[in-house]
């Protein structure tokens, strides 16, 4: 299992095995501070939470991390594609434009926030480098985790077929239903491979696989498919272990992917 569950200092969480020299981590809602809608471990400042509900379940977080004090750094995400080279843990938090921040900094955690977009951790075990990427249908048409491997190859030396990737919880094919919006811009991205990711069970109404494409956006971006492994829960049909937007019509707490260098 790619994937495995644990329990520390009251947060609960998800860590990708087989990571020599790097940590990458899912947070579910299972522990934590947080009241009612946002209960309990809501990791997402801008979710609506008291601040210091927020700060403390990124204590907890980072405690059971053998991490201390340590601070998260994350990016004010927009869904789009604009990609953060973190170079020094003094580095100021970008403005807005960021959905990826990517590091060469040993210990140095960095994260993303999702509440049903797709989370995505890229680690390079040759360069030491590590990325987290958040690629909503937005990021996704935008083809952010592609761009993310190839910035990974132009600021740290990375070569695709050497990353590990994992793509975390978020809304599955099971729920997540879209309208042309959506859809048109989806085949204007990926011309002739949309088709792929799409269900359709009657006229006018469409289910996206957030998972399979991006899954083939990094495969595109040069990565080995046996090297990246999908998670594959649904956040909106789990709702005892993640906070999902669309189930909660926008009342939702925030999970973090994170990603650090040991």
């Known amino acids: 299992m790619p994937f495995v569950f644990n329990e520390a200092y009251g947060a609960g969480f998800y860590e990708v095995s087989g990571w020599e020299g790097a940590r990458g981590i899912f947070t579910t809602r299972k522990g934590g501070v947080s009241p009612h809608p946002f209960d309990s471990l809501n990791m997402g400042s801008g979710s609506g939470d008291n601040p210091g509900n927020v700060r403390k379940n990124r204590e907890l977080l980072t405690s059971a991390l053998g991490m201390p004090g340590a601070e998260i750094k994350t990016v004010p995400q927009i869904h789009g594609d604009g990609i953060y080279v973190l170079r020094g843990p003094d580095a100021p938090r970008p403005g807005e434009g960021y959905d990826a921040i990517m590091t060469a900094i040993q210990g140095l955690p960095i994260g993303v926030l999702t509440a049903d977009c797709v989370p995505i951790l890229l680690?390079?075990?040759?360069?030491?480098?590590?990325?987290?990427?958040?690629?909503?249908?937005?990021?996704?048409?935008?083809?952010?985790?592609?761009?993310?491997?190839l910035e990974m190859g132009n600021h740290f030396g990375s070569r695709p077929e050497n990353l590990l990737a994992s793509i975390g919880p978020s809304i599955g094919p099971c729920c997540y239903e879209i309208d042309s919006k959506v859809l048109e811009p989806l085949n204007g991205s990926m011309p002739g491979m949309a088709a792929q990711f799409i269900t359709s069970p009657r006229p006018g109404h469409w289910y996206l696989d957030l998972w399979k494409a991006n899954r083939?956006?990094?495969?595109?971006?040069?990565?080995?498919?046996?090297?990246?492994?999908?998670?594959?829960?649904?956040?909106?049909?789990?709702?005892?272990?993640?906070?999902?937007?669309?189930?909660?019509?926008?009342?939702?707490?925030?999970?973090?992917?994170?990603?650090?260098?040991?």
């Open 123 to 149: 680690y390079d075990p040759k360069k030491a480098a590590v990325a987290a990427v958040h690629a909503g249908w937005a990021g996704t048409v935008k083809g952010i985790a592609g761009k993310a491997v």
């Open 216 to 262: 083939r956006i990094l495969e595109s971006a040069g990565m080995r498919p046996d090297r990246i492994n999908v998670f594959g829960a649904c956040t909106a049909c789990n709702p005892e272990k993640f906070y999902s937007h669309r189930r909660s019509g926008g009342r939702a707490g925030r999970m973090m992917a994170l990603a650090v260098l040991l």
